[in-house]
């Protein structure tokens, strides 16, 4: 298929003008030892989740201040909703991980093939659930090796999910995140980019 110099220009063009909005958190806004019920909003510097439940029984989710003197979203046995005004195109968090995580992207919940020692977010690098890619950025591994098998029981890392993304939920059993982003374009730009695809096809 060729592409014109005058096609490529108009598409150029159409995609440079798009625009994007974003928020980040790193939770240095709420209260140290702050907890969080089922139902209740959080909300941090732009960024706002729902707390809904995720193993009966608990209680809580908790703001600790113990990890490196920063702020971190500690959830035990809890999940986050996050809200999103608009499709976003990009979310990213640090998390630390020390296993039953869980994942639901788009209200599908990704397999993670995890062993006897629970889910890790480094097994679903370089997959797609709905549209929407997940990738990892693996920063330390905790590992036990019984034999020749060598299990993974702790993690921590970046975890990326790149969009068209409507909905998002993360909870699990020791599981900490920070450093939260997301990436919502302007109205406009996701007919911009079909309208430039269209372009590109035609010339």
């Not at 928020?23 to 907890?35: I, W």
Request: proline share 3%; with cysteine.
């Amino acid at each position: 298929m060729r592409l014109s110099v005058a096609g490529f220009a108009v598409s150029f063009c159409l995609i440079t003008s798009i625009g994007a909005r974003g928020a980040s958190t790193d939770f240095s806004d709420l209260t140290a030892y702050q907890e969080f019920v089922a139902g209740e909003s959080i909300d941090s510097l732009g960024v706002s989740f729902v707390v809904s439940p995720y193993i009966v029984g608990n209680e809580s989710v908790i703001v600790s201040g113990e990890f490196e003197k920063d702020f971190i979203l500690s959830l035990r046995g809890f999940a986050l909703d996050l809200v999103l005004p608009s499709t976003a195109e990009q979310i990213s968090l640090y998390y630390n991980d020390g296993a039953g995580s869980r994942l639901i992207v788009n209200g599908v919940e990704p397999t993670f093939g995890g062993d006897l020692f629970g889910d890790f977010f480094s097994r679903l690098d370089g997959t797609t659930v709905e549209g929407v890619s997940i990738s990892t950025d693996v920063m330390t591994q905790g590992t036990w090796r019984s034999g020749n098998r060598e299990f993974i029981i702790a993690e921590e890392g970046v975890l990326t999910l790149r969009g068209p993304i409507d909905s998002f939920n993360i909870g699990g059993l020791e599981l900490s995140i920070d450093n939260v982003s997301v990436r919502v374009p302007e109205p406009a730009s996701w007919m911009l980019l079909g309208i430039a695809s269209l372009l590109a096809r035609r010339r």
